[in-house]
């Protein structure tokens, strides 16, 4: 059963925006934000989708074209829901993965989907079946585990959590983002030589992404590691320049090493981007820049 068959032109159009669209569902929850960057460790931080991007909403005609074409197809409507979702549509998401399920009752991908767009709208509950319902469907189905893991964690079920993702880098060990995540319960536990490892390994799959030098970069500053540490949260800055807690780490690194008058400009940088950012201000005050 393949489109690319029976609507050749169709199909091409449907395959590169199912890698996108997936992709961006499933695979962009890796920025997190931190409440406080005392040399304590922080809570643990919650995997969610990246802002609705509207540049999707182009793509969802074309996908209604096909899924008008194969109405008893579930993959154009999982692809469909997944643009929705990164759309910003998450209820339209959850109705086109809905339908793709009641067209195969055992699609994995889509379970999964579901769930991520049900997190979205706060039905937790309903997120949490769909990833075992996703589980069942496919034991070997990687993604199914890594949605739950970040569920799970962000539920404070943190035991739980460590066995999706273990099995998550089992069964897909180039996923960067369940690296990241296992690294943070590491973290969360005090475990900094495991969780640096794990961010290591989060960064060496995506060097790209912000958050696992930043997670890497606390535990370097718990660890003493001061150097390493401003090297990562400069790392995290030349990615997003604006994030706040990052300003704020970069501060107390600086402090911890005794550089008073670089860790007061870092942490004045993260008040001009959050005036409200608790760390900065305490730092502020602690080098006497207040």
């Not at 989708?49 to 509207?54: G, H, I, L, S």
């Not at 983002?177 to 973290?187: C, E, N, W």
């Not at 706040?244 to 670089?262: I, M, P, S």
């Not at 400009?265 to 305490?282: F, M, Q, T």
Request: hydrophobic share 40%; proline share 5%; aromatic share 6%.
């Amino acid at each position: 059963m393949t489109i690319t068959l029976a609507f050749p032109h169709a199909a091409r159009q449907w395959t590169s925006l199912a890698a996108v669209a997936a992709a961006s569902l499933l695979l962009a929850g890796c920025e997190m934000n931190l409440s406080s960057l005392s040399p304590s460790v922080s809570r643990p931080r919650i995997a969610e989708t990246e802002a609705p991007d509207a540049s999707f909403s182009e793509n969802i005609a074309s996908l209604s074209d096909v899924v008008k074409r194969n109405p008893n197809l579930p993959e154009p409507y999982n692809t469909r829901g997944a643009a929705y979702a990164r759309a910003g549509r998450y209820q339209d998401a959850i109705t086109d993965f809905s339908q793709a399920i009641r067209l195969d009752p055992n699609h994995a991908s889509a379970y999964t989907n579901r769930a991520l767009a049900e997190r979205q709208i706060g039905r937790n509950d309903l997120a949490l079946a769909d990833f075992g319902r996703a589980i069942s469907a496919n034991p070997g189905h990687a993604p199914a585990y890594l949605g739950r893991a970040n569920l799970l964690r962000a539920q404070g079920s943190l035991q739980e959590a460590m066995v999706d993702l273990d099995q998550a880098i089992r069964l897909n060990p180039e996923e960067a983002q369940a690296f990241h995540a296992r690294g943070l319960i590491y973290q969360r536990n005090g475990d900094h030589a495991r969780a640096i490892t794990d961010f290591d390994n989060a960064i060496d799959r995506n060097p790209f992404a912000a958050a696992p030098y930043q997670a890497r970069a606390q535990s370097l500053t718990i660890t003493g590691k001061y150097d390493l540490a401003i090297e990562d949260y400069n790392a995290a800055l030349n990615v997003d320049n604006r994030n706040a807690n990052a300003w704020a780490g970069l501060g107390l690194a600086y402090e911890k090493q005794g550089d008073k008058a670089k860790a007061a400009e870092s942490y004045g940088r993260a008040l001009v981007v959050d005036p409200g950012n608790k760390a900065a201000r305490e730092g502020q005050s602690r080098t006497g820049r207040a």
